[in-house]
């Protein structure tokens, strides 16, 4: 299996909803810079998904003499953009943003939003971003009015990634599946999960890595789930203030704490206050703002211009 995380998710749904005309005209880029040759003839565009501290982009952009070789930037949320311009002062005019966004004909959004127990928890996460917090708070909170179902595994980035990797997480994953209303369901394609998520009440995300934007958040609140993670990295851009936030820190003890007490103090409000009218707009704000067929049309608009200003540059300037 290839790699098929957010990055690739993501390019397919560039390809799907912008015209291939497009693609014959410009070269793009994802994330680490020059993973393939810069086109000779065609602008190029790195689309930005990694953050500013990741080794495989953080020398290349701290050498300034690259910049250049670029004509645009594109970040998937502001708060990317504004590290990238703050620790590396790249060129902003030759810098956009363009956020993620969902593919509605994969995601039936949740029309019913009453809670009753147990109430379904999910982590659909890598196991790296927070899976290890998660999981002591469901061992100290053992509540069988909440059961929680975990869908991670580092396959999402390939046979490869997995075969070097996968052993560092088995302590997490015999965990998850011994631990009383917690059920280890590991790795399931992305198409499957977006089928998934409606079933579920709440998404419990207590993340420990700087999300540059965080897709699993962003599908979470779409599909009509109550979130609760942390305010680290992008996540207040992705969620605004749909979610029950809880302020990282990087004490894990004192974080699995906070989440086991919010836990603890939503379960009454879950089951006997009605949100319908709360989740309700969460879905149709997302619908509104993160559907891929409106965000291809900006993308279409983006490449429109960045087309055209680069065949009016003089040739010593390209």
């Known amino acids: 299996m290839q790699p098929y995380g957010g990055t690739e998710i993501q390019f397919d749904y560039l390809r799907k909803y912008v015209p291939n005309m497009f693609f014959d005209e410009v070269q793009i880029t994802t994330s680490i810079p020059e993973k393939e040759p810069l086109h000779p003839i065609r ?3 790195l689309w930005i998904k990694n953050s500013y501290d990741q080794p495989n982009v953080a020398p290349w952009f701290k050498n300034k003499d690259n910049h250049k070789k670029y004509q645009w930037y ?9 590290k990238y311009r703050y620790f590396f002062n790249i060129p902003t005019n030759r810098c956009t943003v363009i956020k993620n966004a969902i593919d509605y ?21 890598t196991p790296w971003r927070g899976l290890d917090v998660l999981l002591n708070v469901m061992e100290e909170l053992k509540d069988p009015d909440f059961e929680l179902d975990v869908y991670s595994s580092t396959q999402i980035y390939g046979d490869s990634f997995k075969q070097q990797n996968d052993s560092n997480f088995t302590a997490l994953y015999k965990k998850a599946d011994a631990l009383p209303h917690v059920n280890y369901k590991g790795y399931v394609s992305h198409k499957e999960l977006l089928k998934l998520l409606p079933l579920y009440d709440l998404s419990v995300h207590p993340s420990t890595w700087e999300e540059t934007f965080c897709i699993s958040a962003m599908e979470s609140l ?9 305010d680290l990295g992008a996540l207040p851009e992705t969620c605004t203030e749909f979610p029950i936030y809880v302020p990282y820190t990087t004490d894990k003890n004192k974080l ?18 009605n949100l319908t009218e709360a989740l309700q707009f969460q879905v149709e704000f997302y619908k509104r703002y993160y559907d891929w067929k409106h965000v291809g049309q900006f993308w279409q608009r983006f490449l429109i211009g960045a087309i055209s200003e680069f065949r009016r540059r003089p040739k010593k300037e390209t």
């Open 74 to 82: 594109v970040f998937n949320s502001h708060w990317n953009y504004e």
């Open 222 to 230: 779409a599909a009509g789930l109550l979130v609760i993670t942390t």
């Open 256 to 273: 699995k704490e906070q989440f086991r007490d919010t836990l603890k103090d939503l379960k009454a409000t879950l089951l006997k206050q």
């Open 43 to 45: 602008p190029n565009i």
């Open 105 to 125: 004909k994969e995601l039936t959004p949740k029309t019913k939003f009453t809670f009753t127990a147990p109430i379904k928890l999910i982590y659909f996460s």
